[in-house]
């Protein structure tokens, strides 16, 4: 038994579609997104046979119906692969997919694995988050938590509270710009390689997506002023600077340095570290803190020497609270390129792989940067931070370098 470096593979995601009857997966199993998006790694990676696979991990937050019966395992025969690949389901709300990949990495480099599938899948409008839950009436009966912290929206409206200078001005200016980052990407074709095309049936018969059902590019600052505040009389949080309820699905391959260049894969990035942290659940939106600095910590790096960030939109106070906390401005342009879940769309368990694969393709455009981060909130108050290693790096330092 001997460790291994992990690397990243390849990723494709489905195009994130509105969650509900009147989104365009209103009509489709869960799962079906989940094998679409595996087949498609499959497919596009021949070089690896498919008894080389040793385990696909997927994730989802409210494990019942179609997304229920160990997701990974059944949507592993679905996508082809042979018998004698095993599966497994992972739930860790909105870091699912982040702890699908940490967990199939740390399998990597314990020498356990050498190929292997991680993502996520959430069908919103068929499974709601935290639908037929039953939390323990301890949480409430001996303070434990207070009422809101099951409540993402109201745990957000905390962090306003918490930090003044948080406004809903610059929530509402980070929201808009994370739309128009978005529909910049699109223009210039940044989420081809990531999209897989789906097949839709409607009353109106059948149709294709291709695209995120969410993005609103014309959004203005007028306009999100004057939207409602639904988890708060006179809040901060509106459906503008939040991240919509979103269908959709991910998936991953992960490989070690024995399997690349045994089977000639082309790695995209490099797993450094990565970590997990809790906080109040009354503020969860305060987990990627303590989450990225456990990782920095344990990479042996400074937040200075990350020159690439992707970080999940829950909400725009959420994000605006980490880059306040590491010094960073509101419009760095090392964070998010390509937008962010406010304008695609958060399908809780899937977005962490979301996250790695707009890393990977910026690390492309990008050899001066040598780290990136992949982090997100998780509801329950808990962060998650993944660091990766551009291997496309040309020696030279990245924007941020030194501050």
């Not at 690949?85 to 967990?103: E, F, K, N, Q, Y």
């Not at 745990?155 to 809903?168: G, M, N, S, Y």
């Not at 980070?174 to 910049?184: D, E, G, L, N």
């Not at 990766?388 to 990245?398: I, L, S, T, V």
Request: glycine share 12%.
């Amino acid at each position: 038994m001997t460790g291994s470096e992990v690397y990243y593979i390849d990723g494709a995601r489905t195009p994130f579609g509105r969650a509900g009857e009147k989104g365009m997966y209103w009509q489709t199993r869960a799962d079906d997104l989940v094998v679409k998006a595996m087949r498609e790694l499959i497919e596009r990676n021949p070089e690896i046979p498919g008894e080389r696979y040793d385990d696909v991990a997927i994730a989802a937050t409210t494990q019942q119906g179609d997304q229920g019966l160990t997701l990974g395992r059944t949507t592993a025969l679905l996508a082809g692969l042979p018998n004698t690949v095993p599966g497994l389901a992972i739930d860790r709300m909105c870091a699912g997919a982040l702890t699908a990949a940490s967990l199939m990495g740390a399998s990597i480099g314990f020498g356990q694995y050498d190929v292997a599938i991680a993502g996520g899948v959430e069908h919103m409008g068929r499974h709601p988050m935290g639908f037929d839950a039953d939390p323990n009436p301890r949480f409430l009966s001996e303070r434990l938590v207070e009422g809101d912290a099951l409540n993402m929206g109201k745990t957000a409206e905390r962090l306003h509270d918490r930090f003044p200078e948080l406004t809903k001005e610059r929530a509402d200016h980070f929201a808009m710009r994370s739309q128009q980052k978005t529909a910049a990407a699109y223009a210039a074709d940044k989420f081809a390689r990531d999209l897989v095309p789906v097949a839709l049936e409607s009353e109106a018969g059948w149709g294709l997506a291709t695209r995120d059902e969410h993005p609103r590019p014309d959004t203005t600052m007028e306009g999100l002023s004057g939207l409602k505040t639904p988890f708060r009389p006179h809040g901060k949080v509106t459906a503008g600077n939040a991240s919509p309820l979103t269908d959709g699905a991910t998936a991953s391959i992960l490989a070690s340095k024995h399997a690349v260049k045994k089977l000639g894969l082309k790695p995209r990035m490099r797993l450094v570290s990565y970590g997990f942290a809790g906080v109040q659940p009354e503020v969860m939106g305060l987990g990627p803190v303590p989450s990225t600095e456990r990782a920095l910590e344990r990479a042996g790096l400074k937040i200075d020497d990350i020159g690439l960030f992707e970080l999940n939109e829950a909400f725009a106070v959420q994000v605006l609270s980490f880059l306040d906390h590491f010094g960073i401005k509101d419009d760095d342009p090392s964070v998010n390129q390509y937008g962010g879940a406010i304008a695609m769309g958060h399908p809780l368990a899937a977005s962490g792989v979301r996250l790695m694969m707009q890393l990977a393709n910026q690390f492309e455009e990008h050899p001066e940067v040598r780290y990136g981060v992949t982090a997100m909130c998780v509801g329950l108050g808990q962060g998650g931070t993944m660091i990766w290693e551009n291997p496309n790096w040309n020696r030279k330092k990245h924007a941020r370098a030194g501050k």
